[in-house]
């Protein structure tokens, strides 16, 4: 439309048409301004209506520069990330995969051993070289022995200056019933000349003789910065998922390449075979077959028919039905994945909230909220506990999925009572009722329609001028009506819905069990696998938690007859469990970059400078609040991943329990994700539902509500965790 056009309209004298001097236009339509001229013209009236530029057009200008804008940052953050991983694949491949291999050596009291470095991986050039031993051997950090082997490196002809590097040797030196442990430690090859060369000397304080395996590689002196590499990798990779400026999968990718493109350029890249052993296997297996079977049980319409109960019982009641979502959605996280149950709860909370004229925003924010602090109470709830449950030095310490369940569940009753008295007071002075009732939508919808029936007109004659004439005052009209419709809504606005048994039977037609056979096959299949959960530590089988999902996926395919394969896998979050995949590459690359060790050094290092009587306070307040803080700006499933090695250090090298410090970094990844919208996936993934159905959730409104939600049951977590393990010494 060009800055002013006239129409001219001939209407009859006769006729008692009323037109305002300036049209009110809908929600960011703008204003058209309109005026009237006196001219006869064969008995008739002509009017003008003079269309001037509307807000609208200027808006439409202003955000057709801000896409070509969006549209350049677009373009220059795709070339620095292409760039950027075109590097990382020139630089693997110019560096070949390191050679599996080494020398099996065998030492005593009476015997040493001598290995010659030099043209073995190591070349003029290497500045440091890193030996790895596989053995029975005790890791330094926790265990001393008297029993020891050591390792020094030193120029050929040289006497040994260097302090040793020193394993202590396990009391199974036969490794009866278990596996060697394998060590690195780096040595720096203070060379006069590039052609000097070195050697490896084994030697042990034992009479009886001890066999290991024994391998080196040469490094070039970038290594030394080998730690900053890793922070920088890793922060890179959180400032593309929290700026979500790719997707979270794609970025977890990214860093992954990096890692490894790092661990090349110094030296030390893994081959393919090697790498595919850092996926943690177990917990993709259990998140496939959870995930498998919620999308077969969800065919089953149940969880519909629980939203319309929860409609039932509340009977209109908004808070009542608040109450219900919120308690459901806790409860069903606890047991399933929640980020699946937020996947089946979001439509039909949406659906629900517009029928009872509630805000869905403000509705989901408070589900989402409660699945967090639900999924907190199992093992499979949520991601960051499946990653510790699954974690095999953590589950050597004797926690299982039971005793997992025991700790976390009594102080996540305590979170949700303490959660849902802080929703009511800061819900208090919110508007939770939408006043946008289904005849103010359906007017909305009218409006549109006569709006762009006016606008496909263009008026060439008197006619068709008449005619858009009276489609505009249609419009006027309408508007009038909607204003009215939006101030009765507001004046009789009330906590209770008075029609709501009109409203259910509406429900009831299109929320209800689907199939009852799939039904009850599927519920015998789900509760069998979720007993299993509980009991299988207690019998006599070889199993864990990642073949139990798998075989009740099996199960479950196989009593259903699901013969439709595709449709069910099309509905599962492949996503997620390539994001889980790639994310453990990164993590473990980032471990051999030596920037794990770092962080658990430090922060042993501020445990320990506290009073011996007060450590253990001291390490579960920390552990507490830095996991919950910083999962709530970072994603914490991979701060989890990188938390767990540094607890157990923590533990053994502070002669600390390690339960107490499962549990505090359990509940602080957990609740911290309810700090912001980009804390947890089952936040993510609420809002992207949200968003599809016309509800947008954004960063400040979940914000205001789950940051408080955060501090409170954190808060809350803590004075628990502090009661039952300081107080009362419950660390068994």
Request: aromatic share 10%.
């Amino acid at each position: 439309m060009s800055d002013k056009e006239s129409y001219k309209t001939e209407i009859p004298p006769d006729e008692d048409v009323s037109l305002m001097d300036t049209t009110p236009l809908l929600y960011g339509y703008g204003s058209m301004h309109t005026s009237t001229s006196g001219k006869t013209l064969d008995n008739g009236q002509i009017h003008t209506f003079e269309m001037k530029d509307t807000d609208k057009e200027k808006k439409k200008r202003t955000c057709h520069m801000s896409k070509e804008t969006k549209q350049l940052l677009n373009n220059i953050k795709i070339f620095v990330l292409l760039t950027a991983t075109v590097i990382c694949a020139v630089i693997m491949s110019i560096n070949y995969e390191k050679e599996p291999g080494g020398f099996a050596v065998t030492v005593s009291e009476d015997e040493a051993h001598y290995l010659n470095l030099s043209g073995n991986n190591v070349d003029g050039s290497a500045a440091y070289v890193k030996i790895s031993v596989t053995g029975a051997f005790e890791d330094p950090k926790r265990l001393s022995s008297i029993y020891n082997v050591t390792f020094v490196v030193r120029r050929i002809g040289d006497e040994i200056k260097e302090i040793p590097w020193t394993l202590p040797i396990a009391k199974d030196i036969t490794l009866e019933g278990g596996e060697p442990n394998t060590f690195h430690q780096l040595f720096y090859l203070d060379r006069d000349d590039p052609d000097d060369e070195y050697e490896l000397v084994v030697s042990s304080n034992t009479e009886q003789t001890v066999g290991l395996f024994v391998s080196f590689n040469g490094l070039p002196k970038v290594v030394e910065g080998q730690v900053i590499y890793a922070a920088i990798i890793l922060f890179l990779v959180y400032v593309l998922i929290s700026l979500d400026l790719v997707h979270r999968t794609l970025a977890a990718m990214i860093g992954a390449l990096a890692a490894l493109a790092t661990l090349a350029a110094i030296n030390e890249r893994p081959s393919l075979h090697y790498i595919m052993n850092w996926i943690d296997y177990e917990t993709l297996a259990l998140l496939w077959g959870m995930m498998t079977m919620v999308a077969i049980f969800a065919d089953t319409g149940v969880f519909d028919w629980a939203a319309l109960v929860a409609y039932k019982l509340a009977k209109g009641r908004m808070w009542v039905l608040i109450t219900i979502l919120c308690v459901f959605t806790g409860v069903v996280s606890a047991f399933l994945d929640n980020v699946t149950t937020i996947l089946l709860m979001t439509p039909v909370t949406i659906r629900l909230c517009e029928v009872l004229s509630l805000d869905p925003k403000l509705v989901l924010i408070a589900e989402v909220l409660f699945s967090n602090v639900g999924g907190t109470a199992t093992a499979v709830g949520d991601p960051p506990n499946v990653i510790i449950v699954s974690n095999k030095e953590i589950q050597e310490a004797g926690i299982d999925f039971a005793e997992f369940t025991l700790h976390m569940f009594i102080g996540v009753i305590f979170c949700m009572f303490a959660g849902y008295g802080l929703l009511r007071l800061m819900y208090r002075n919110m508007q939770l009722q939408n006043f946008e009732t289904q005849d103010i939508a359906d007017t909305q919808r009218e409006i549109e329609i006569w709006k762009r029936a006016a606008a496909r007109i263009t008026p060439t004659t008197k006619e068709e001028n008449t005619v858009k004439a009276l489609l505009l005052e249609k419009v006027v009209t309408l508007e009038h009506e909607l204003s009215s419709k939006i101030y009765d809504s507001r004046r009789h606005t009330s906590n209770i819905d008075h029609s709501w048994r009109e409203k259910l039977d509406d429900l009831e037609d299109k929320y209800k069990i689907t199939d009852p056979v799939l039904l009850i096959k599927s519920s015998i299949v789900l509760v069998v696998t979720i007993l299993l959960f509980f009991t299988y530590s207690f019998l006599p089988i070889d199993t864990n938690i990642g073949w139990i999902a798998i075989l009740g996926a099996i199960w479950m395919l196989v009593v259903c007859d699901i013969s439709q394969l595709e449709s069910i896998f099309e509905r599962l979050e492949w996503a997620t469990l390539l994001f889980f995949a790639a994310l453990f590459v990164l993590m473990e690359g980032l471990t051999y970059l030596g920037l794990i060790d770092f962080i658990g050094d430090a922060v042993s290092d501020l445990i320990a400078s506290v009073p011996l009587e007060h450590q253990l306070m001291v390490a579960i307040i920390t552990i507490v609040w830095v996991s919950a803080i910083a999962s709530s700006f970072i994603d914490n499933i991979p701060f989890t991943t990188a938390m767990i090695p540094i607890i157990i250090n923590v533990s053994v090298s502070n002669n600390l329990p390690l339960k107490p410090l499962v549990w505090s970094l359990a509940y602080g990844a957990c609740l911290g994700g309810n700090g912001t919208l980009i804390g947890a996936s089952a936040n993510v993934v609420c809002a992207g539902i949200a968003e599809q159905h016309g509800y947008t959730i954004t960063f400040n409104q979940f914000f205001k509500v789950g940051f408080p939600m955060m501090l409170v049951t954190t808060f809350v977590a803590m004075i628990y965790l502090l009661i039952c393990h300081v107080a009362f010494d419950w660390n068994y």
